[in-house]
């Protein structure tokens, strides 16, 4: 057999690396990030209490450790019967895929009583059936590892599984063994495919209110879909129309242009979130960023137009914006072919008092609420944010020590923070809007106050206990109303404040995060 020179096999080994320059995972979970996105489904027969978790290893540190990381999912039921629970993914796009391959380590290491068994199933589409892939029933050899990494060539099993809505699931089945383990979930495109820009899209941010005066509000999002492996694409400019019915409530150079490569707004930079292009103003009815040079990879991309509204901005002034055909170019080429107009506008609020936490507007502080910062402090199950959702500071209980909130409060150790007084006289249809990151322990309790003489008796209008059982792990919009116009409208001493009511003795978590806190009300042209 005739051998290729050297030379020439370096040369092929260089043209193969320079084609696919970038690998594509449609899926990449070594179960590190919370919140995990993974359902465990309920047990068969029921057994509430068996549900798949995380941790470092399996029973008896068997396997000893997670195969990647610091954790694995893991299933165990310390029992006699044989129970399954199935870990599900969420919907996995593979629609534009070509050769997607899955691959995974799992682990089920041998007991006295028996051996747990794992099966690996697809299924295609919400409302299809699950297919059995594989199953696996022999025991970890030796029992403190992993077994070697399994793969699966997904279009082999079926192109119906190339689809917008793919699931895969680990149904692990508990019947006396060490428990079942799987660990660094993959999903990844084996074939070269070029770049190009599947989808442009343009989404409405709504907000349930927008105060006067808010800075840093994201207001429209254009989402870019770039498919493929191979080549360079790059944003150059993007054209944003507002069509609303005031163009005078923003305030000078008051757009900026943010990139994201998630859904989630973030105004900080810290690796997720960048500032592209300059400062805008209106001019000719478009609000235009050139310039923007900004490299596309293979995966999603969000433009959010961020805008400064004035703090005299025009009540009820609607805000709305589309993105007409040709108005964004990447790699000199125009989308979208035709105008994306989304449905929804916001409405401008008159502010009677709101505070972004950028500078002290009065309020007293008890106990550790403070106004900082936000660290991203780890705390138990949750954590603090680590950015604030407009400008740097926040108002919250322990940003800058351990994060959380104590121990052992009672009523006679309840602390607040509570706003200055302010004068609603006249004014109705009084709201309270803010921005929220919190985790209070659900046997603990927190609350949101008013007050309508200053500060002598307080109504409560939101609880912890209520409202407030599951962490947040993303800032969130609470929107208070009828019970607040209620007690507020037309009174003329009205005081707001965040409370810590109660702690046990058991665990405290990461308390209050607020920020964008706006007090907005209907002003009365005649004194009724």
Request: charged fraction near 20%.
């Amino acid at each position: 057999m005739k051998r290729l020179p050297t030379l020439m096999i370096l040369c092929l080994m260089a043209g193969f690396a320079h084609a696919q320059d970038t690998t594509i995972y449609y899926l990449d979970d070594g179960f590190e990030t919370i919140p995990r996105e993974w359902v465990s489904q309920p047990a068969v027969p029921p057994l509430p209490q068996l549900k798949w978790e995380y941790r470092s290893g399996g029973n008896n540190n068997l396997p000893t450790g997670a195969k990647e990381g610091s954790y694995n999912a893991f299933l165990y039921w310390n029992g006699f019967e044989a129970y399954t629970a199935d870990l599900v993914s969420q919907p996995i796009k593979l629609s534009t895929a070509v050769k997607p391959q899955l691959t995974f380590y799992h682990a089920q290491a041998q007991s006295a009583d028996g051996t747990d068994k794992l099966i690996l199933l697809f299924r295609a589409g919400s409302t299809g059936t699950w297919d059995t892939i594989m199953e696996y029933i022999t025991p970890s050899t030796p029992s403190t590892q992993w077994f070697p990494q399994r793969t699966f060539n997904i279009d082999d099993y079926g192109s119906k599984y190339l689809t917008d809505e793919f699931y895969i699931a680990f149904s692990g089945t508990v019947i006396g063994g060490h428990g079942v383990c799987v660990d660094a979930v993959k999903i990844e495109e084996k074939d070269i495919i070029n770049r190009y820009v599947h989808t442009v899209n343009a989404v409405h941010v709504a907000h349930s209110v927008v105060p006067s005066g808010v800075v840093d509000l994201p207001l429209f999002r254009v989402d870019i879909e770039v498919v493929g492996n191979n080549g360079t694409l790059v944003l150059d400019s993007l054209k944003i129309k507002p069509v609303g019915s005031d163009n005078s409530v923003f305030e000078n150079n008051g757009f900026e242009l943010f990139y994201t490569r998630n859904e989630i707004f973030r105004n900080e930079n810290k690796g997720v979130s960048t500032k592209i292009g300059t400062a805008q103003n209106i001019a000719n009815g478009i609000i235009k960023f050139s310039g923007l040079n900004t490299t596309l990879k293979t995966g999603t991309h969000c433009l959010w137009l961020v805008a400064d509204i004035k703090p005299g901005a025009t009540p009820k002034a609607a805000v709305d914006f589309e993105l007409e055909a040709n108005s964004l170019y990447i790699s000199g080429n125009a989308y979208p072919a035709s105008a994306i107009s989304p449905s929804g506008i916001n409405t401008i609020e008159e502010s009677v008092f709101f505070d972004n936490f950028e500078t002290d507007k009065g309020w007293t502080l008890e106990g550790d609420f403070e106004r900082d910062i936000p660290q991203g402090i780890f705390v138990i199950k949750s954590y603090d944010p680590d950015y604030a959702y407009s400008g740097e500071k926040v108002l919250g209980t322990d940003l800058t020590d351990d994060g959380a909130y104590p121990l052992n409060i009672d009523s006679a150790s309840a602390y607040f923070a509570t706003t200055p007084v302010m004068n609603l006289k006249y004014f109705d249809r009084i709201k309270l809007t803010l921005w929220k990151w919190n985790y209070i322990e659900p046997q603990d309790n927190a609350s949101i106050d008013i007050s309508i003489d200053g500060g002598s008796t307080w109504t409560q209008v939101w609880l912890s206990q209520v409202s407030g059982q599951l962490p947040e792990f993303l800032w969130n919009d609470l929107y208070l109303y009828n019970e607040i116009n209620n007690l507020a409208k037309r009174q003329a001493n009205v005081r707001f404040r965040f409370a810590i009511n109660y702690s046990d003795n058991n665990n405290a978590y990461v308390g209050w995060n607020i920020d964008n806190f706006a007090v907005t009300g209907e002003y009365l042209t005649n004194d009724l």
